[in-house]
């Protein structure tokens, strides 16, 4: 059974990793004017691993080290959508790190090896493996949130995620030690094999799964485990606020669903309430908290709270439709929220400001920003012709199938919430006259400009046109979920 | 698409909405170029919503409107467009009052690209849900059409001085916007309701609203949901105790969007309650009925009653607007074939009426940057053409003969005399303080002492301004004196639903 791992399947992971040390070295080599270079090497070099992993790994369906690591086509999504968004955050990050951070070698590095992490989560087939890729994550996050060395709230926002992170992590893992002494494996497959097997759920599965479930809970964000976040979200440096929002949130998600998916189906009915109730509770907290915030950055890191809230609800009613309604909306919620990150740090990098009644008046000063922002904030708020608003009907309508209709109910009165303190935004940018003083022209570089326009673009088609989308995604959710009420849903 | 009049409902829907894309590449200070672009894109519509009504065949066949594309195959989601007997006449009025509302908004310099782009995606929004067949489209198009509301009414709109507390314009598009969401989240959640209902039942995921209508819902599952469907679509329909966004609404907005509001907007809402709540849950829409016109009641009372304390002009068009959607709630809740013809032909008939009304008070407030009442004074002398116009808003808002609103008011009180005598009469009571307060209004603003010095300066409607107000009263004398045609037309789309009904 060892005899023949097909290492020649981690190629992808093996560049990636190899990109990181490149960057790295080349560091030495630069003068510090010429650093944009390692910017531009990292995204070019993502860019041909993802043109190289695509049709390399297309339809490959194995695991190595018996089912430690899974290469499959719900893998390969993953792969796919966390190189796109490490490379975005990258190319968001050049003039950002020009003007306010030190060390741009290291800075990039690091994304690319978290890069690495987010891959190895979606493709782990057991729980060390996944807490191992986890860990590698949360590091490289650590690191990055406290990038900015001038700033104490960066300083701050990089404490407070060490320290509540480790504490997660060690939830998690008590949590992975229980499950493990419940069910004698570790291993997603067979875990399912064990429950299916167990007639009375025990004390220490229940535990076990609770921690599991409360570790997972802090590391994307949910409600109560979310307290470290809008602290985060605010003092890390923006790009890297986008890359926590975003890829921090998809990769967990990815490993959430295996995990759920793959190995704890067969005790659907021990969890699904618990994360039903946490989907709740996260979605009508954060986005009923984001109403109070004056800090775009806080009032944006409460309402991904509330997203965070909506994704539980796929795993709630976990089905094969639910599946792809949740990653649907991951794929919807990441272009629009790096569009959003990315015309506010366009906006940051030319007045430093970024609390919301600074964007007063925003539509006379930059009408791209204003616009783009515009699309971005009503697409989260689920206003049609927009990612959102598909993204959304897809979720709630799987969550609907499976008889958690209150739950969507539930859903649809948060995202009525989140459209008041989005419209707030839109107000100041489109009604309130700028200050005095800031009436100026901002300036966007050609690349943010280039970058926001074609995530906008995303946003846009994938609320006119989600279908290939749609295809591709089923065809992923396949390999985690047997088919089989794929099949009751008879389709027309 | 099947052929021409497939084609021509596409277009409808796509005219306004390729329209105001293509608007957003006008440079935006050709203002006279904007505005004359974005008449034509008005007349194409009217022009294509006239052919459509004209030539609309009564036989009951309407496989030949019907446009039809795979969308989301796997929710069952469709892009299906169609037009029947009832569509045909709000597509008219929705182009009729398009038209009119850009013509009035002249005097739009502020920023009139970005408000023309707004009010076309607007009313693309209202073309698509009356023309959708396919309910994740119907909501698109809803929530489309509300969407343009804020910046529109938050840009564009004006604030009113109460004295002792300030009703911003900020405050009116927030409101709006925030209570219009609230109910299509309602509408939202009935739907998910009976998709998920319809997929246990037939094993077929289907949003359509044919399909679902042909699903046997259980009479408990029936009463569960229609009420969603009815409070969801009547908040929009300004039904009371949701009606309270109305009136600050209209206010707040600019003329040209109090028009589109008060005359198309609030008709999605009973257009919804009746092409979707009562095809899909007839057992629920029997059941509720009696709620529906109580409630309908309650609003003709409560809106002319608010509508007599009213010192600002538009807050009194306002509040009559709540009174006389009620007409049209209380007609549908009737259920009965004649009345639910008058409810459609009152949507028609009280749209064109209100937007008449809404156009001339503007051209008061333009003029005098005055709406109150009290302070408005014999302006008759100065004002004589938009007097008249206002006279004939008003005559037809309290049901004068001639005037189409007659014709729908008579239907449905017929038609709820029938069912319960009773308040057929209370509703009979709300048109006579619709006298009231109309002729009060009237009587004061015209035809009080004029002070001379005062409004030395003040001119009358001018060319553009007379041109909306004769095309708006045309339509209105049209159905008034010749109402049998549309009836026709309306009918042929209420018969077939009420006869699944059991009426």
């Known amino acids: 059974m060892t005899a023949d791992v097909h290492f020649e399947l981690l190629w992808p992971e093996f560049l990636v990793a190899g990109l990181a040390f490149v960057i790295f070295t080349l560091d030495f080599f630069l003068r510090p004017e010429r650093k944009n270079i390692l910017a531009w090497v990292s995204v070019i070099g993502l860019a041909g691993i993802l043109a190289f992993t695509i049709p390399y790994l297309m339809n490959e369906n194995d695991s190595l080290f018996n089912g430690l690591y899974r290469v499959d086509d719900y893998a390969l999504f993953f792969k796919v959508l966390s190189m796109a968004i490490g490379g975005a955050v990258i190319l968001g990050s050049i003039h950002f790190v020009g003007r306010y951070l030190t060390h741009p070698g290291e800075y990039y590095a690091i994304i690319l090896l978290s890069v690495l992490a987010m891959m190895m989560m979606a493709a782990s087939g057991e729980l060390l493996t996944a807490y191992l890729s986890l860990e590698l994550l949360s590091f490289c996050l650590y690191i990055l949130s406290g990038f900015a060395l001038h700033d104490s709230k960066s300083n701050e926002a990089s404490v407070k995620y060490i320290l509540l992170g480790a504490f997660s992590s060690g939830l998690l893992l008590y949590g992975i030690v229980m499950l493990y002494g419940a069910l004698g494996t570790t291993s997603f497959a067979e875990m399912a094999v064990a429950l299916e097997g167990i007639e009375d759920i025990d004390g220490r599965l229940l535990i076990g799964l609770t921690l599991l479930i409360s570790g997972l809970g802090f590391k994307m964000a949910a409600v109560p485990f979310h307290m470290w976040a809008p ?18 949130k998809v990769a967990a998600f990815a490993l959430v669903l295996r995990l759920f998916a793959e190995g704890l189906l067969p005790a659907i009915d021990q969890w699904n309430v618990l994360i039903a109730g946490l989907a709740a509770l996260t979605m009508l907290f954060g986005n009923l908290v984001a109403l109070a915030q004056t800090n775009v950055k806080r009032m944006l890191a409460y309402s991904s709270v509330g997203q965070v809230g909506f994704l539980l609800m796929g795993i709630a009613s976990l089905s094969t439709l639910s599946s792809n309604g949740l990653m649907v909306h991951l794929v919807g919620y990441s272009a629009t929220n790096l569009a959003v990150f990315f015309a506010i740090t366009a906006f940051y990098n030319v007045t430093g400001k970024e609390d919301i009644v600074d964007f007063a008046g925003l539509a006379g000063r930059s009408p791209f920003l204003a616009a783009a922002i515009t699309v971005s904030l009503f697409s989260l708020a689920g206003l049609p012709f927009l990612a959102g608003f598909v993204t959304k009907f897809y979720l709630f309508s799987a969550a609907a199938a499976e008889d958690l209709l209150w739950l969507a109910g539930v859903a649809m009165v948060a995202s009525l919430i989140s459209l008041y303190y989005y419209l707030n935004v839109v107000r100041q940018m489109y009604i309130s006259p700028a200050a005095d003083g800031e009436e100026g022209a901002i300036k966007v570089p050609n690349l943010l400009y280039g970058l926001v326009g074609v995530l906008v673009i995303i946003v846009i088609l994938l609320g006119v046109y989600p279908e290939p989308l749609v295809n591709i995604i089923e065809n992923a959710t396949d390999v985690i979920l047997p088919a089989a009420d794929a099949a009751a849903l008879n389709l027309p | 698409m099947n052929g021409i009049d497939s084609v021509l409902i596409f277009a409808l829907v796509a005219v306004p909405f390729f329209g105001a894309i293509v608007l957003a ?14 008449r034509i894109i008005a007349a194409v519509g009217l022009a294509i919503a006239a052919y459509l009504f004209i030539t609309f065949d009564t036989s009951g066949d309407l496989t030949k409107y019907t446009v039809d594309f795979d969308w989301l195959p796997s ?6 467009l169609g037009l029947s007997g009832i569509t045909a006449p709000l597509m008219l009025l929705n182009a009729v009052i398009f038209f009119g509302g850009v013509l009035i908004s002249w005097n739009v310099t502020h920023r009139p690209k970005d408000f023309f782009i707004w009010l076309m995606l607007l009313v693309a929004g209202v073309y698509g849900v009356f023309a959708s067949k396919d309910l994740f489209f119907l909501f698109f198009f809803y929530e489309l059409a509300v969407v343009p509301m804020y910046l529109l009414v938050g840009v564009w709109g004006s604030s009113t001085d109460f004295g002792t507390f300030l009703r911003t314009k900020e405050y009116g598009a927030m409101k709006v916007m925030l209570v219009l969401v609230a109910g299509s989240v309602l509408v939202w959640i009935a739907i998910l309701a009976m998709w998920m209902e319809a997929r246990e039942i037939t094993g077929i995921a289907d949003f ?7 699903v046997e819902f259980s009479e408990g599952f029936q009463k569960l949901y229609y009420p969603f469907l009815m409070v969801g679509f009547g908040i929009l329909a300004g039904l009371w105790p949701f009606h309270t966004w109305s009136p600050d609404g209209h206010v707040a907005a600019p003329t040209a969007v109090s028009m589109l509001h008060a005359g198309v907007l609030m008709k999605l809402g009973a257009f919804g309650i009746l092409a979707v709540g009562m095809v899909i849950l007839p057992k629920g829409a029997q059941f509720w009925a009696p709620t529906l016109i109580g409630l309908g009641t309650v609003n003709v009372l409560y809106g002319a009653i608010s509508a007599l304390g009213q010192k600002d002009l538009k807050y009194v068009i306002g509040y009559s607007s709540v009174s006389h959607m009620g007409y049209v709630l209380m007609g549908l809740g009737t259920l009965d074939v004649l009345a639910v013809d008058g409810a459609v ?4 008939a ?14 008061i407030y333009q003029r005098t940057h005055i709406r109150d009442i009290t302070v408005l004074e014999g302006l008759g002398k100065k004002m004589g053409i938009t007097g008249v116009f206002l006279a004939v808003a008003g005559l037809t808002s309290l049901g004068l003969p001639g005037f189409s609103s007659f014709v729908a008011e008579l239907l449905i009180f017929i038609g709820t005399y029938r069912t319960y005598p009773i308040l057929g009469v209370l509703a009979v009571i709300g048109a006579a303080i619709t006298a009231v307060y109309i002729l009060r209004m009237l009587g004061k603003v015209f035809f009080g002492p004029f002070d001379e010095n005062k409004w030395k300066d003040l001119t009358d409607a001018n060319k553009t301004e007379t041109g909306v107000a004769v ?8 159905w008034g004196l010749f109402p049998f045609r549309i009836v026709e037309i309306i009918d042929s789309g209420v018969a077939p639903i009420m006869e699944r009904l059991g009426n």
Do not use: C, N
């Open chain 1, 231 to 248: 602290d985060v979200y605010e003092g890390a440096p923006m790009p890297i606020t986008a890359y926590i929002a975003v890829g921090s």
């Open chain 2, 25 to 38: 590449f006008f440079p935006a200070d050709k203002h006279i170029m904007i505005h004359w672009y974005t």
């Open chain 2, 75 to 80: 929710l069952g989601i469709r892009f299906t």
């Open chain 2, 208 to 214: 359509s609203i044919a399909g679902l209508s042909q």
């Open chain 2, 345 to 348: 032909l009152q949507m028609f």
């Open chain 2, 350 to 363: 009280h749209g064109i009426m209100t937007a008449l009304f809404f156009a001339m008070v503007g051209v």
């Open chain 2, 471 to 478: 095309l708006l009263t045309g339509f209105l004398l049209l």
